[in-house]
């Protein structure tokens, strides 16, 4: 079968790479249009317009999949399928319909749940136990096509939006080329979705990467792993953003007189730092104050001391 990929973060390299390992002829890889990226904000090329450049395959980056020209050079390519992963751009109609048997994509939740952008941070953030995989052929709806092929994978506390991703995009690679053996063979049986289960992913906000302290420690650390490595989830401390990468959630009792949600109850070098939640304590582990490094919260303490009744903020 002609393949044209169409993906653009670092999610969408292996599975690029495992459709052209696995034999399948890739006539057309598309991504987003070179952008500034990291702390430097250099312009600089996708991961997968470089795994594609590795490869040797032909590359397209429109600003818009729906201009004219794209069209005509996606007809061109004369695709029997259009594979998709996180690919940053809602195909219309045209695109939909430009290869023989449909796009199919690769969504990182087990639709109907946790269908648009952030599934992956969403899924932390909710304190799932489970996630997975889900291939589904594309229509006009958001996440809402019929559903291919699933496979569940377990979310540990030990993981974060970055190990979860990691461990997505390598299912995912499976997942799309069994996808792909079944439609060339003629196996696959795809199904409808049960719209009355859907939830939804929707892109992160700057309110959601501000700690809520009046949650209780568990959610708390949900919420900071759920966010790491990025955007990372942060505090205010004295005027400025302190990123907070790494918590324990302690039991504890609910809020004491006088004590406020995001109160620090020990900072002690040795001991390390203790925030109170709204039920339970926090035990921060790792932090980096704005223009600064990551560092151990007691390394932290050793040069920012920070007085036991500090409250941290939202605002």
Same mark, same amino acid.
């Given at each position: ?24 002829k ?9 952008? *500034? ?26 600003p ?23 690919f ?64 569940a994978?377990?979310?540990t ?29 003629g196996?696959?049986?795809p199904? *409808? ?7 939804? =992913? ?16 568990r959610?708390?650390?949900? @919420? ?5 490595? !990025? ?11 302190l990123?907070? !990468?790494?918590?324990? =959630? ?9 004590v406020? *949600?995001? @109160? ?38 050793r ?13």
């Amino acid at each position: 079968m002609r393949v044209v990929f169409m993906g653009t973060p670092q999610f969408a390299v292996p599975i690029l790479e495992a459709v052209v390992d696995a034999g399948y002829k890739v006539v057309g890889v598309v991504t987003q249009p070179d952008r *500034p990226r990291g702390r430097g904000r250099k312009v600089a090329p996708s991961p997968v317009k470089e795994a594609a450049i590795n490869r040797g395959l032909a590359l397209f980056q429109p600003p818009r999949v729906s201009a004219p020209e794209f069209l005509a050079a996606l007809e061109d390519l004369l695709p029997d399928v259009i594979a998709v992963a996180a690919f940053g751009q809602i195909l219309p109609p045209a695109v939909l319909r430009a290869p023989k048997y449909g796009c199919i994509n690769v969504h990182a939740s087990l639709l109907p749940r946790y269908r648009g952008a952030a599934p992956i941070h969403r899924a932390i953030i909710n304190g799932e136990k489970e996630t997975g995989i889900t291939t589904v052929f594309m229509d006009e709806g958001l996440d809402t096509g019929d559903i291919l092929l699933q496979e569940a994978l377990p979310i540990t506390d030990e993981d974060t939006a970055g190990t979860l991703h990691d461990r997505l995009a390598q299912l995912g690679a499976r997942m799309l080329v069994k996808t792909l053996d079944l439609l060339a063979a003629g196996r696959l049986k795809p199904r *409808p979705q049960d719209h009355a289960r859907a939830t939804y =992913a929707p892109a992160l906000t700057r309110e959601d990467e501000l700690i809520n302290w009046e949650a209780g420690a568990r959610d708390v650390f949900n @919420q900071v792993r759920g966010l790491n490595p !990025w955007p990372g989830a942060a505090t205010i401390f004295e005027g400025h953003v302190l990123k907070i !990468w790494r918590v324990e =959630a302690a039991a504890g009792e609910s809020l004491a007189a006088g004590v406020l *949600p995001g @109160q620090v109850r020990l900072a002690d070098p040795e001991d390390g730092l203790i925030v109170q939640a709204g039920s339970g304590l926090v035990l921060v582990k790792e932090l980096q104050l704005q223009g600064g490094r990551r560092m151990s919260a007691q390394d932290f303490l050793r040069g920012h001391p920070i007085p036991v009744g500090t409250v941290f903020a939202r605002s």
